[in-house]
């Protein structure tokens, strides 16, 4: 989709400029887009395909959660959200100054107004966008870190002769900047590694084939604070791939997906959505004493509670395995 944006943006470009418009006004334009849509149709296909495809019966996944000012603009200083909030917030910041920046000292846009055009388009899209569509989370924020790297590609300024503003100061300075991301995110992914397999052991506990249902304990209303990004959402998964268990937390998009979920007696534990808990005392109807009870037993033999290591009481369980973020329970049949 991204692709034929840019694709009959850049193709646009090359049939039609502001120029124009004094010389053929509005019909030109058309024209041109006309053309380029027919240039870029081989892109458009699978689109169609997905239209016209019959949907199973259970439709497709909602379409919610429509402009939301507040988290709009909060978007825009999250592309390099990681960790640590003014190391990631200052970076975000510096590479949409570099675009003003670029954008103020242009003289060369021509080279790449078809970039600029899909850049714009985008923007347009990621303001009318909601939050989730057709089932499919964030889709206005994941629009922001691509339109930001395509900007910065695009960025054609007029240089100056020498010092830091210098094509050959910014190139510096554009490396020391790469560098010292990626170190940064090297050290937070091993932090984050550390932790996770700290929790994963728990899964030692676990027999093969056993069913695990994961319970991840989350405050009462989500924000951008704490910075630092909750990475355990999905680690029941890791059930999957060590124990061959069954775990609860697979996202399953209603006409995306070729394998199905087979668990009747989960209900609607079975899927994702049922790993998701509020703490007690939130006003929210999935907190954790909630989800504890609305529990199939039948259809598990482990409750994995991902939040601290401190033992809740849960009926029909026992714990037996405790790690710094985690306790794991088994059912007691």
Known sequence: MLLGVFAGMDELAHRWSPRDWAAGGLRALLWAGLRAGLATS??????????VWPLPASGHGPTEDFFNPALKITYLLMPLR????????????????????????????????????????LAVAY???PATLIGASLVDMRLVPFVLIVALVAATPRYAGKGWLSWSGLAGLGLGF??????????????????????????DTVPRGSRVASLVVETC?????PWRRERRTHLGGYAIARRHAF??????????????????????????????????????????????????RAA?????????????????????????????????R
């Not at 892109?43 to 997905?50: E, I, N, S």
């Not at 090297?186 to 984050?192: E, M, P, T, Y």
């Not at 534990?269 to 808990?277: I, N, P």
């Not at 991902?306 to 973020?325: E, F, W």
């Open 127 to 129: 303001v009318l966008l």
């Open 82 to 121: 990681d960790r640590w909030l003014v190391w990631d917030v200052a970076g975000a910041l510096l590479l949409l100054g570099l675009v003003w920046w670029s954008l103020r000292r242009g003289e060369q846009c021509a080279r790449s107004l078809g970039l600029w055009w899909g850049c714009g388009v």
């Open 42 to 51: 081989c892109l458009v296909a699978p689109q169609v395909l997905r239209i």
């Open 300 to 332: 598990f033999d482990y409750v994995w509670i991902i939040d601290t290591d401190r033992v809740r009481p849960v009926a029909g369980a026992v714990a037996v395995r405790r790690t710094p973020g985690s306790v794991l329970y088994r059912i007691v």
């Open 178 to 203: 790469a560098i010292a991301r990626l170190l940064g995110n090297s050290l937070s992914l091993w932090l984050a590694g550390q932790a996770m397999a700290a929790d994963l052991a728990a899964l």
């Open 247 to 296: 775990s609860n937390e697979q996202w399953m998009v209603p006409g995306g997906h070729l394998l199905q979920v087979h668990a009747p007696l989960a209900g609607s534990f079975a899927t994702d959505d049922s790993e998701f808990a509020k703490l007690d005392g939130c006003d929210k109807p999935n907190t954790i004493s909630r989800r504890l009870a609305e529990l199939p």
């Open 221 to 225: 209303t989500v924000s951008i604070l």
